[in-house]
């Protein structure tokens, strides 16, 4: 009796996966989508995202794919050859800047970078108390002043002044050859210092005459001549290589961040605001939320689905699949009680 039931059980298990291999991989697929995206959205309709998930366990899992998991070796090396791929592109040729961005965005991005006033005045601060600015200017200066001397009508317009001038140099320069070097020195001093003494009004100057409207029009005078360019004419300034080796580095210092308490702490900051707004509404109006609706979830499930039964059917992965998932159940000692209850 126990061998006829046993010889029961594993027919029955047979006719099941036969049954259920039939109806992945047959036109009944599509029927079977259908039902069970219906019943997975009813479902949604009554599960909040509170009931299902914790914001503990959304975290944890953020925090080993985001800043724990390390990367093989060949990423980076993948990261660099798609670099190269989209830095190629001919769509860059025939695609404008103002394609990608309209006048109106552009507009509203410069009006509100601009609002913020105290971090212009900071970075104009920052930029004109700089040692480069200074060494800028100082030089900017000392090109003026001499160049003015050397071209200037004052000594054009009194008879024999450069020929005096050029015959002191001259004379300075065999009485002690060292003393031309030295005042040039001495005088890029004088204007180093003066400089310096002036960045806080050369500041205080650019802040009052830079305002809001007058940047503004500046960056839309330069949009206007940018916008009309092709993103492919970057290419006269900006190689390959230079695009792979930035990619590269970006990849490099987002491993470095990933390590950082900071990156950690903002990860939760924004799993919680996400939490204190959706912890207590259901699936089905995240999705709502989310612009996912039932047809995304059905064409994209239609458009995976057969294809990936056709491929494990044809390298007969489907049927061992469907059997490994039911066998526990045919081979089981409650299956065996339900035969025996049947008689």
Known sequence: MAEKKTGLAAALLDAHVGYVVDELSGPGLTALIDEEVEAALVMAGKLTLGAVVTRKQIKDTAKIFAAKVEFGPGLPEVVGDIARKLFAHSIHDKTQVGELLTDAHFDEFATQLLELETLREKIIRGVVTSPLYADFASDLLYSGITGYLAQSNVTKNIPGASSMLKFGRAALNVAKPSLEA?????????????????????????INNA??????????????????????ALRE??????????????????????????????????????????????????????????????????RY???????????????????????????????????????
Not at 193 to 200: E, P, W
Not at 211 to 232: F, N
């Open 182 to 206: 030295t005042l040039e020195e001495g005088l890029r001093k004088y204007i180093a210092k003066a400089v310096q003494a002036s960045t806080a009004r050369s500041a205080e100057f650019l």
């Open 211 to 232: 305002d809001a409207e007058a940047l503004k029009e500046l960056a839309l005078d330069t949009w206007d001549r940018v916008k009309e360019q092709p993103i492919g």
């Open 237 to 302: 300034d900006i190689e390959a290589r230079n695009v792979e080796e930035l990619f590269v580095t970006g990849f490099e210092a987002w491993r470095h961040l990933r390590q950082q308490d900071w990156y950690a702490v903002i990860i939760d900051a924004g799993i919680d605001g996400f939490f204190d707004k959706y912890e207590d509404a259901t699936l089905a109006a995240l999705l709502d939320d989310l612009g996912v609706t039932r047809s995304h979830i059905v064409d994209e499930a239609r």
């Open 305 to 343: 689905a057969p294809s990936i039964v056709k491929v494990l059917k044809k390298k007969k992965l489907l049927e061992p699949i469907v059997r490994r998932r039911l066998a526990g159940f045919y081979g089981s000692d409650a299956l065996a009680a339900a035969l025996a209850k049947a008689g």
